[in-house]
């Protein structure tokens, strides 16, 4: 007995200390695959990090545009069946995802508006557009222009150009920029004048935003946001949209250069 009685000790002295490690060792948090177009990754950004201090959650931002063919795209990650739980986007897109069944219908929130504004690389002249006249002629004088291939890059050189009744005129010297933000574009200087959401424009340096495109040329796109189906973590997922919908995140929504639903 008094031999057996040392080796016990010693199992579980030995044994003790390996309980209590695993014990002490928390659980990793959850993390959320977030999706984000350019146009709301901004305010992603911003409310990032209180939110996981407050909640636990981890979130994993990756910028995908809305729509377009390039790989990067929202939907066409979603087709790979690319890992994701969150989606922030252009609102049509969106709806189109839901129909399709890769987005929860329920889940789905609008988040703040958006308008197509002018940028110029920074110390350029800053070309006249407060009003059509002004904006029909800096469209026209301009040596080159550069658009997003997503929604407000599709509005202007399908619908609006047409509208005015220039889109064969500036055919030649307009350049659809996919995968990158326009602002970039202009920043390097392979473009003189550029247009992209606003939201989109204001986080990137080296440009001058000059402003808002008119009212009368101007286009309002709506984001929204929507847990993926297939997401691995559904209910944290719920959570976080409903703080992103909530007025605690309309101040940072703002600032990002949208206009928040929630105010």
């Known amino acids: 007995m008094k031999k057996i009685l040392p080796y016990l000790l010693s199992a579980a002295i030995t044994f003790i200390p390996a309980a209590f490690v695993q014990a002490a060792t928390p659980p990793a948090p959850v993390q959320l695959i977030v999706l984000s177009s350019g146009g709301i990754m901004g305010a992603f950004k911003a409310v990032t990090p209180d939110y996981e201090q407050r909640v636990g959650v981890k979130l994993q931002g990756e910028v995908a545009p809305s729509m377009g063919a390039t790989p990067q795209a929202i939907p066409n990650r979603l087709a790979r069946q690319e890992p994701a739980d969150v989606v922030l986007m252009v609102g049509a897109a969106l709806d189109k995802l839901i129909k399709d069944g890769q987005v929860d219908p329920k889940t789905r929130v609008d988040l703040g508006k958006s308008y197509i504004a002018m940028a110029v690389k920074h110390g350029a002249p800053h070309p006249d557009i407060s009003n059509m006249e002004a904006f029909k002629q800096t469209l026209l004088d301009a040596k080159s222009i550069a658009y997003s291939d997503s929604a407000s890059g599709v509005y202007l050189s399908r619908v609006l150009f047409n509208q005015m009744h220039i889109a064969d005129r500036i055919q030649s010297k307009s350049h659809m920029i996919p995968a990158e933000p326009v602002g970039e574009v202009i920043a390097r200087g392979d473009a003189e004048i550029g247009f992209q959401q606003l939201s989109e424009l204001k986080p990137v340096d080296g440009i001058d935003i000059i ?12 984001y929204s946001a929507g847990v993926v189906s297939k997401s691995k973590h559904p209910e944290q997922a719920k959570q976080f949209l409903e703080f992103l919908s909530s007025t ?3 101040p940072a929504i703002k600032a990002s250069g949208l206009d928040p639903i929630a105010k």
Not at 211 to 222: E, K, S
């Open 211 to 222: 402003g808002l495109i008119p009212d009368q040329a101007q286009q309002m796109t709506l």
């Open 248 to 250: 605690a995140a309309a």
